[in-house]
């Protein structure tokens, strides 16, 4: 993982950066803990989600019915605590209160861009027709500023960048935060299920809001459309139906559109690197980590 | 309600107040948001809950089904910007920063101990047996921090008091933040419906864990208890039914014990408010909020 975009304005110290870094991550996990209930995700990293896990545990202990209310309301319950646990590790760090004060605002910031995004993504989902221009507005949203801005400028503002530093991150965030999401959509209808830690055909049961959905749609034929629509969020998909989706979204060019743009965005995103940094080697951590994120397979 | 004890140390400043007492009721709302969906309530202010009102509203739009966990997934996502949007407005207060950074760690402290009491309380319930021991714990946490010693503490802070002072608020605040539960279980089963603005018996049928309930099945004789254990968490219960369940806990005495004990602990509460505050005007405020715990209706 980049380093928060500290190192550009000042020595790193590492330890330093530990608690705010714990902090991000927890308030990443806190969010995919509800995001799990949201989508109704049975498993993730290999694992029963955090509901569900409370939901067997329930079954074990108690052998009641309504154990999947009990997992919901206690995974609501860990996903607040994780929430301002990471305020707590903010606080925690090494740095002056007015820089933590506004490290904590930029926090609170972008989670209400993510929920903002997670709240439209929801609602999107129940409409008959989404538009590519729909899609990529809910990955900015949702995925582009937990993942890319806000921890790029909470790096930043610890390091003590001023405003017109900060907008630079955008440059940078918003076109690598949009093809990792693109990237996380063409994993979960392409990818492998061990390496995802989840199983086939996920985002498919979902009926997420993806690229891959909107553009097969747009360029299929009446049966592939036709097809397409009776497949994509239909909860109980064989695999060979799967393979049939896949066979769609191939066909009509969509994953070759998305792999495209994905690619595009990242060179973007390259491409703003110089004016955040002249460091040759942070040069290097962000341009990898651009690269990274359509090279990834999990 | 009182001024966050900040007049207690400086001359209030009621505008600079008026975003940190949004934050705090901002921040309440949205944990009830969240309770309403972890205890399934339907009403609550005499509307339905949020969650509730995201269902009919996707059943009016879209004539789908699952609509209930469309509505609670909104209404998941509105509770967290909720969380965030008080943090924001806390950072919006015209306070240093390292006050206003405390206050703020002082909310992430007492958050977390509201879900750790929210999460007992789920867990507990699923139990055959509850003792009062257990009831008061979950009380404390759940409720005591988050109306009391929470915002009591915020204001603290934002006067510039110290770790002493802050102290003394408990002496108060534990005491009142209890009998204000127990006076809310009691309206829970014995209040009006319009007064209230939920349905009579909800908790009743939440099989919520109180000390009216506890106690009853502790005094009452077997079969008082085994009528009572059937009703509670029944959720069908019918009119009649409630009706029962109210004469079984007068009978046993265990209204009266939980009025008394309400009762006693304002006393307590009352008692310590000299050792916060010497002015007299103060203290009546403080007094009459102890008061009016357990005189209030609704």
């Given amino acids: 993982m980049v380093k928060l975009g500290y190192e550009c304005f000042k020595k790193p110290d590492e330890k330093n950066l530990l608690s705010i870094s714990a902090a991000l991550e927890l308030t990443h996990g806190a969010i995919l803990i509800h995001d799990d209930i949201i989508d109704q995700s049975e498993f993730r990293h290999n694992q029963p989600t955090v509901h569900k896990k409370y939901e067997s545990e329930h079954i074990k202990r108690y052998q009641r019915r309504s154990a999947s209310h009990y ?32 490290a904590i605002d930029q926090l609170a910031n972008f989670m209400t861009y993510t929920c903002y995004g997670e709240g ?27 993942t890319f801005i806000g921890p790029l400028k909470i790096g930043g503002i610890l390091a003590g ?5 900060l907008k630079k991150f955008e440059d940078y965030g918003v076109p690598a935060g ?10 979960g209808v392409f990818g492998d299920e061990k390496e995802l830690g989840k199983p086939i055909g996920d985002d498919i049961k979902e009926g997420k809001n993806t690229l891959l959905y909107t553009q097969a749609i747009k360029k299929g034929n009446i049966s592939q459309r036709k097809k397409l629509t009776s497949l994509w969020g239909n909860k109980k998909i064989t695999l060979k139906q799967v393979q049939k989706v896949r066979k769609i979204i191939k066909k009509t060019g969509s994953l070759a559109y998305s792999q495209k743009l994905a690619r595009e965005l990242v060179k973007k995103g390259k491409k703003a690197v110089p004016k955040i940094t ?21």
Same sequence: chains 1, 2.
């Fill in 71 to 102: 997992g919901e309301g206690m995974a609501i319950v860990a996903g607040i605590v994780g929430y301002y646990g990471a305020i707590s590790l903010i606080n925690q760090g090494k740095f002056p209160p007015d820089l933590k004060l506004k």
């Fill in 161 to 165: 960048a001023g405003e017109k530093e």
């Fill in 120 to 146: 439209l993504d929801v609602d999107l989902a129940c409409r008959q027709e989404i538009k590519e221009k729909d899609v990529l507005t809910i990955h900015t949203y949702k995925t582009v500023y937990y």
């Fill in 178 to 187: 949009i093809a990792f999401q693109l990237q996380d959509d063409i994993l």
């Fill in 278 to 298: 002249n460091n040759k080697n942070l040069q290097e951590v962000f341009s990898s980590l651009a690269d990274f994120i359509i090279e990834r397979k999990r």
